[in-house]
């Protein structure tokens, strides 16, 4: 406002100035975009290309998914929050339906229900399911006030997340459950939930996480963590990607071996190398400039998500900001993470970098909806009225 | 709206976490770059190693005494299978072979993992059926023809031929980590000796392989190389005969009331080139049973007999008598004869008991021979009765002529071979003892406790003289030393192995007839020693040997009776050595019966056998030229 005073420019001036997109955001967003399809071709082509497939493919699949995904970031950017706020519930038990859908129809992949197959198409309702969790959520949360939210409250958003969580495990996909999980925490956290409601469901999900440790239901989760914390004994199973991952991004040394070079990648060391493992032929191909550019350029979006949040004009645009936020960095941490073996191996995809429509177009609609609330943020951000 | 310190929570929590993930970046691809770009180097390459077969030994006939024969195996190939599948089938293995699944566990983990490991060898037709029928049930295992080492003459020249065995800790030291579980090393013999020639060089051929360990591309080839054929020098045939006369003297031994040992050895040695035609002990052992597993009682049972022990070169026993062609020679180059004597002609009638009271205190002072009635005698005589007395007085006249060197006679056995290892071409040869005061002194000062008396008695030169005491010969120094006796002063570098063939069949190298030193022995000396080797077996003391033989004039030879210590009779060991063809010596024949008996009741007809068998135009061995015998 100030500024646009000692720019001699009116309200009217400002007006307009606030419904202008926020370039950064949507810069990085092409940005991945590009880079997706270029590490997307670099990773697979040399393999196709002996294999006698179509080179090209992959990446080509990438380029639409990104177009389509783009699209779906305009959408969203275009839907005021208000009437999205409406919608909420419309979206979650969509989201709902979907999940419970795929437990009965889908297609078995790796041991996991977690995809519907239509005419060749594949979709993957799990990745929907986060941005109506985080539009529910926000909706639920949006009329508490900082340390007043009531226990009934916090119920109701605990079985908000828990319904779907229940049917993500069902599939199973535990990377996704706990997106959700630590997604909800952090809403629940921006929303004002005090700090004793927080240390007591962060306490009772320790009991029930021991709990489920104790009746041998996380035997898959233990071996997971056993080849993470114990690779060598594991170097030919469970530890055998993330290892080859780390030899493949650390013989990228500083400045990487170049764009469709690398062995590791090429020779199929890395398995999922353009899904969950395309953050290890980036480290491979483009080396330490390349991954901490790439790291970098999530560590804008987030920056520019909580500003996002910051300004939103109301708690329910805040909220939905932060969820936002809180699945993008969750979703790096962890997929890069486990690139890098300081993560134990989930198989959640790196946002608007793995190969899928599903996950790039969820995401960019999410991304969508926080630049709407950019758009429409309060043009006085110290003194924003809140709504009910 | 949203609290700040809520935000800035939040925004220091997702700001350490993108922080960490470059942080760890760095550590990855700047700190410890070098290790992973190795990393990633050895990941894309796989090896795999191709064994040469091992060459054949062959004895100068060409015949094969060691080759090899394909043997049905059960192998796993580990690259093939995974860790869950590999669990599976050891079950299935288990039922199959009929062993402990921990056995096959244990075999299956002693190959790294991605080689090819051998289950188990000579399956039966079913076992491999049962396999190659159901291969989807039996992954990565396959029924290969494995060449197995096989020696068709089994306990037959054994000694020389020694065994295999799979790669020891000392092997992978030795060789380094190209040493695969499956491989086979020489252990002994010329198995060992010649090894490296025998085994080739191992291949190998290098593949750039991906993830899912699937050849991508062949990289590299090294060329296997078959192992090179060992040719020895012996005839297999001449083998069997010594072997059966071992046995027989053995036999005979038993039958005159004595108690052998069990332990016999003998060999035929070529005096005009130095080569071994055959050579054999017992008790021996059959090499084919180390091939495979030999189990841990099996082998105790063959350590316990030392039936590995090869007995003509890493035996040592007291020749006896037939050292006296020592001092015989001494006596002639050195003129040193007995009293009152002064030529090989000239002789005396012979005490049977003498006193020396020359030799000095603490010395024997009386000595006995064998024979109470030797009557008139001269040098010939002397060899041909096998007279002590006379070569007591030989030794005498060294002890006291003070011009002469105390141990000339200890120097003559040295230059002819005695108390040093003759250089044959088989591993761990005994020395031998040639005592002497030097001898004697050395060992008295290097352990005063096991030997506390350092002295050297006239005494210990008149049993040295006789072939006793402390001194020790293996039968191979007998040869070598009775060879450049009669061949006029050649002493050879024994050897067993004669030249090598590629597996064209050509001749690669050739170990040439080489001798350690020419002794300076007058021709006539030669000549003479020849002349009353050959009156032992006419009218001496191995005549009764050889009475009615053929070949008796074709033959010459000396006996020996050995005793260990000072004991009884029953336990002397019996020595005969003969040569032949007497006029030019070609075979001496050594026979060493341990506790046998007498020389010219036991040893002499094993030795007459053998020489028959050798100078019989019907049986004679036929060395064929080279060029014949290397067609395969």
């Known amino acids: 406002m100030t500024s646009a005073v000692i720019r001699g420019r009116g309200l009217t001036a400002s007006a307009y100035e606030s419904r202008r997109p926020d370039l950064i955001l949507t810069g990085a967003l092409l940005l991945l975009g590009v880079l997706s399809v270029l590490m997307i071709y670099s990773a697979s082509a040399p393999r196709a290309e002996l294999l006698g497939i179509d080179p090209a493919g992959d990446a080509q699949k990438q380029a639409v998914i990104v177009f389509v995904g783009l699209v779906a970031f305009g959408i969203g950017s275009l839907i005021e929050h208000r009437g999205l706020h409406t919608a909420a519930p419309v979206l979650y038990v969509g989201a709902l339906l979907a999940l419970a859908a795929v437990l009965v129809v889908g297609k078995e992949v790796n041991n996991a229900v977690s995809w519907f197959e239509i005419k060749g198409f594949q979709f993957q309702p799990s990745e929907w399911a986060k941005p109506a969790v985080i539009v529910m959520m926000a909706a639920l949360l949006a009329p508490a006030m900082e340390n007043k939210i009531g226990w009934r409250r916090v119920f109701t958003a605990l079985a908000l997340m828990g319904v779907p969580m229940a049917l993500i495990a069902a599939q199973p996909d535990l990377g996704t459950l706990l997106a959700v999980a630590v997604l909800g925490a952090i809403m629940l956290f921006a929303a004002g939930a005090s700090m004793r409601q927080l240390s007591l469901l962060l306490g009772s999900s320790g009991l029930i996480t021991w709990f489920a440790y104790n009746r041998g239901w996380l035997s898959l989760v233990e071996e997971r963590i056993d080849a993470w914390l114990n690779p060598e004994q594991n170097a030919l199973a469970l530890a055998f990607q993330p290892l080859q991952s780390q030899i493949a991004i650390g013989s990228g040394g500083f400045s990487g071996r170049g764009l469709f070079e690398g062995s590791q990648t090429n020779l199929a060391f890395i398995p999922e190398q353009t899904t969950d493992f395309i953050f290890t032929a980036v480290g491979e191909q483009l080396g330490f400039i390349g991954g901490a550019l790439l790291i970098a350029t999530y560590a804008v979006i987030v920056w520019r998500l909580l500003r996002t949040a910051a300004a939103a004009e109301d708690r329910f645009g805040m909220l939905v900001a932060i969820g936002v936020a809180a699945m993008l960095a969750f979703h790096v941490f962890v997929n890069v993470g486990m690139t890098l073996g300081i993560m134990p191996v989930t198989g959640i995809p790196l946002p608007f970098m793995s190969a899928g429509g599903s996950s790039f177009t969820a995401m960019a609609f999410a991304l969508g909806l926080t630049h709407s609330i950019w758009l429409n943020r309060s043009k006085v951000p110290a003194r924003r009225p809140t709504i009910n | ?632």
């Open chain 2, 1 to 632: 709206m949203i609290n700040p310190w809520r935000m800035a929570t939040l925004g220091i929590t997702f700001l350490a976490l993108f922080t960490m993930l470059g942080v760890r970046l760095w550590f990855l691809q700047v700190a410890s770059v070098e290790e992973n770009v190795l990393k990633a180097s050895n990941n894309q390459i796989q090896v795999i190693y191709q064994q040469p077969a091992r060459g054949e030994i062959l004895d100068i006939n060409g015949t094969v005494l060691a080759g090899s024969r394909p043997s049905q195996t059960l192998q796993l190939d580990r690259s093939a299978v995974t860790v869950e599948q590999e669990e599976e089938l050891v079950q299935l293995l288990s039922v199959l072979l009929t062993v402990e699944q921990s056995v096959i566990r244990n075999t299956i983990n002693s190959a790294p993992s991605g080689t090819v490991v051998t289950l188990a060898r000579d399956i039966s037709d079913e076992v491999a059926f049962e396999v190659q029928e159901y291969q989807e049930d039996y992954p990565g295992v396959e029924v290969n023809l494995v060449p197995v080492r096989i020696y068709p003459y089994e306990t037959l020249a054994a000694h020389i031929l020694g065994y295999t065995g799979k790669a020891t800790e000392a092997d992978i030291e030795r060789y380094g980590d190209v040493v695969k579980t499956d491989e086979v090393f020489g252990r002994a013999g010329v198995e060992r000796q010649y090894d490296n020639v025998l085994r080739g060089t191992q291949g190998a051929e290098v593949f750039t392989v991906s993830g899912d360990r699937t050849v991508w591309q062949f990289a590299e080839e090294v060329n296997t190389q078959p192992g090179w054929n060992v040719v020895l020098t012996t005839d297999i045939e001449v083998s069997r005969a010594l072997k059966d006369s071992l046995i027989a003297a053995v036999e005979r031994s038993r039958e005159q009331g004595e108690n052998p040992t069990g332990k016999a050895s003998g060999l035929v040695f070529d005096a005009t080139d130095g080569s071994i035609v055959a050579m054999e002990s017992i008790p021996d052992y059959d090499p084919n049973a180390f091939v495979g597993s030999l189990s841990a009682e099996e082998f105790e049972v063959i350590q316990e007999n030392n039936a590995l022990l090869n007995l003509a070169v890493r035996g040592t026993f007291a020749p006896g008598s037939t050292f006296k062609v020592v001092p015989y020679v001494v006596a002639v180059e050195e003129d040193v004869w007995p009293e009152g004597l002064n030529g090989p002609e000239s002789g005396k009638v012979l005490e049977p008991r003498i006193e020396f009271p020359s030799l000095g205190e603490g010395s024997q002072q009386v000595f006995t021979d064998w024979s109470p009635n030797h009557g008139w005698t001269n040098l010939h005589g002397a060899l041909e009765k096998s007279a002590d007395v006379y070569f007591w007085e030989v030794a005498l006249g060294v002890w006291e002529d003070n011009s002469l060197d105390e141990a000339i006679i200890q120097n003559w056995a040295r230059e002819l071979g005695y108390g040093a290892p003759t250089g044959i071409d088989l591993p761990g040869e005994a020395a031998g003892i040639m005592p002497d005061r030097e001898w004697r002194e050395r060992l008295h000062e290097q352990n005063p406790v096991a030997f506390p008396n350092g002295e050297w008695y006239g005494g210990d030169l008149m049993n040295t003289v006789i072939g006793q005491g402390d001194l020790a010969a293996t039968p191979l120094q007998m040869a070598v030393s009775y060879a450049a006796l009669v061949n006029g002063g050649t002493v050879w570098r024994p050897r067993v192995v004669d030249h090598f063939l590629d597996t064209d069949g050509s001749v690669v190298d050739r170990r040439e007839p080489a001798a350690v030193r020419h002794v300076d022995l007058d021709p006539e000396t030669s000549a003479m020693l020849r002349v009353d080797l050959a009156g032992v077996v006419r009218r001496g003391t191995a005549s009764g040997a050889f009475a009615g033989s053929p070949y008796v004039n074709q033959i010459g030879g000396k006996t020996g009776t050995s005793q260990i210590g000072a004991v009884a009779d029953d336990i002397d060991t019996a020595w005969f050595v003969g040569v032949a063809p007497i006029t030019s010596p070609k075979y001496i024949v050594v026979i060493v019966v341990e506790e046998g008996g007498g020389g010219s009741a036991v040893a002499a007809p094993a030795v007459r056998e053998v020489l028959e068998y050798l100078l019989n135009p019907e049986t004679a061995p036929r060395r064929l030229p080279i060029a014949e015998a290397a067609a395969p």
